[in-house]
């Protein structure tokens, strides 16, 4: 596999708004007894605060692995002990981020009627974190931007739909790497004509993939549309309906693709073994999955059984 794989996003605008808290690692860490910060950071990426960006953080500590002080925490700490936000304060007052993440997946399985089923959620995923003075980018599509190495494995089409008021946009399906390289599958989506037509060509699949990089811009924004509803008499019924909208969407790609089945892109069997070590993965997430769901049972049986209500 080639030696580099581009996985980056870069968000910045104001703070938003936070979900952080302080923890403390338990007997079963690598570092028992550890004060960390873990939650998630929003940051509204357009002047108008209607595209808000959110960063998981799931376990930063004080000091870096060598043993130096950790900046990102400090500003998350920052965040965390009352920093001016948009929703504590105002725009005007709010404070500047700017976040240098990656994009990583929140996966879990859920019950769907009866069945399990794998939910892989794209988001950004650690970074560090700078609490900025400096004027933000004038562009504000540069303010939530992301790039990635690709393998485009397919694409469907989606029609618009005007009552939803959704464009039409093409959806690329496929894999991108975390930093250890490990597979991560996602879809991305193409809102440009000519993009549209420049991947539907390239008639990707499983057996013929395209591997290549894309770039493009983060949206995570809630509009709300009006519905009007006529009445037989008097007054008609006006509601306002709230339809959000989180999507990454390529605006551009590479010239020159990577090289398929060669080791200066990536090779079938790399892809192969790749694909063999996401399925251990996915079964460890599994079995963590089911053996918390057991303990969360067993906690209140234990409980009643001290308090000898245990029937």
């Known amino acids: 596999m080639k030696k580099t794989v581009y996985n980056s996003t870069h968000i910045e605008g104001l703070l938003y708004e936070h979900k952080l808290e302080k923890k403390i690692s338990g007997e079963a860490s690598k570092n028992p007894g550890t004060e960390f910060i873990t939650g998630t950071v929003s940051i509204a990426t357009d002047d108008a605060c209607m595209n808000v960006v959110p960063v998981h953080f799931t376990y930063v500590t004080a000091t870096t692995k060598n043993g130096g002080p950790n900046n990102t925490f400090n500003a998350l700490n920052r965040i965390l002990e009352g920093a001016a936000s948009v929703t504590t304060k105002s ?55 992301f790039e990635a190495d690709m393998l485009i494995t397919g694409t469907r089409d989606i029609e618009a739909n005007p009552e939803r008021g959704t464009p039409a946009k093409l959806i690329l399906k496929g894999y991108i790497f975390d930093f250890r390289k490990a597979l991560l599958p996602v879809e991305f989506s193409v809102m440009n004509e000519n993009g549209m037509k420049y991947f539907g060509n390239l008639e990707c699949s499983e057996k013929r993939p395209v591997f290549t990089k894309v770039w493009g811009r983060q949206v995570s924004q809630t509009t709300f549309r009006e519905v009007v509803e006529e009445s037989a008499f008097g007054d008609t019924n006006v509601k306002q309906v709230p339809n959000s909208n989180k999507d990454f969407v390529v605006t551009g790609t590479a010239k020159e693709k ?23 993965y996915l079964a460890t997430v599994k079995q963590r999955q089911e053996d918390y769901q057991k303990s969360k049972k067993a906690a209140p049986m234990a409980s009643t059984a001290a308090n000898g209500y245990n029937f």
Not at 258 to 280: C, K, M, N, P, S
């Open 258 to 280: 990577y090289l398929w089945d060669d080791e200066e892109g990536i090779t079938a069997v790399e892809f192969a073994e790749a694909l063999q070590t996401r399925e251990v």
């Open 91 to 145: 725009k005007e007052e709010a404070v500047k981020v700017r976040i240098d993440s990656a994009i990583g997946l929140n996966e879990f399985y859920a019950d769907r009627g009866g069945k399990e089923e794998l939910v892989s959620a794209k988001r950004n995923e650690g970074g560090f974190v700078h609490i900025i003075n400096e004027p933000l980018n004038e562009d504000e599509k540069k303010r939530s931007y």
